[in-house]
Structures are given as structure tokens and as C-alpha cells.
């Protein structure tokens, strides 16, 4: 239903000219967002597809391979730096978290350097389901992302949209 003139209303400092332009404009199919949005759809129902014959949902592998990742570089890996790393909120971490140990794919014990932290770590079952399952979404990656060319750049470019480094930390935020 196209917009009436008398109910534009300056928004966000937009003239009634720019908005009524905006508006008229305005196409789902050049939205980086909308794109971004429907990329993001599609990437989840590939990996959701190759994870389930794995046995495990997307939120369990990114937990698992996050607390593998971690845990190869040396470190001891606590719950809310798996939590972050990962990208997911405490209490839905610690939920995935939980299945994840009662699967025998991961334990949860006390910190070495802080008793109020839990350590994390992978057991022998874990690590061999998380090596295969980082294989199959790596090669499922190349076939996705092979019909684009430049992955390199575009890894880079959402690596800064994301705010993640090469090591998927969060970056610093820049003020």
C-alpha cells in the first residue's frame, strides 16, 4: 500500500524530499541487510544439514569446536570465553554446554586459575566427533562460498563487519 504524503514525517533528520525519495527507492533485492539476512538463512540450512549427520546442532558445534580450538592453542578455555568466542549469550552457552557434557563430549571442572570459573575441555569423543565435524563443515564451506570469487577479500570484509580478528576474537572497539 504505497505511503500517503501527509503521513511522511521527518525521520532520523531525513527531509520529507529524501524520505518520500527513500521510500520510492527502496528495493529488498539491494539491501545488504535483506541479502545479508537471507546469505545467513541459507548458510545455517547447509550447515545445519551436514552437522545433523554428525548428531549435532549448529549451537553444538560452534561450543565443541570453539572449546577444541581453544584448548589445541594450549589454553584452558572457561565458559564465558567459549561463550564469547563462539558468539553466544552465558545462559544459552551454558545450556548447549551442558548437553554437549552429558554427551561425554566435553567436561566441565574447576578453573585452575579462578574456582569460580568452569574449565573446559574436550574429552577423546569429543575431540575425534569435532575433528570430523570441523573437516565436513570446512569442505561444505568451499562448495558454498565457491561461487563467489575474491574469498579472501570477503573473508577480510567480514571479519571487520563482524569484529572478529584472524583468530575470530572480538576486536577492541574503536571509538
Known sequence: MPVREDEIEEVDGLSDTALREAIRTHSAGNSLGFMLWHASLRWQRTMDAVLSTLGLTHAQFHMLATVWWL???????????VAEHAGMGEVMASQVLRS????ELIVRSTHPDDARAMA???????????????????????EFFDQVDGTDDLL???RLLAGRTAAGDAQERRS
Open 100 to 103: 554437549l557434557q552429558k554427551n
Open 156 to 158: 577480510e570484509k567480514l
Open 120 to 142: 573446559l575441555s574436550v574429552t577423546a569423543r569429543g575431540k575425534e566427533l569435532a575433528e570430523r565435524a570441523v573437516a565436513a563443515v570446512d569442505e561444505v564451506e568451499r
Open 71 to 81: 584448548s589445541r592453542e594450549g589454553a584452558v578455555p572457561n565458559q564465558r570465553h
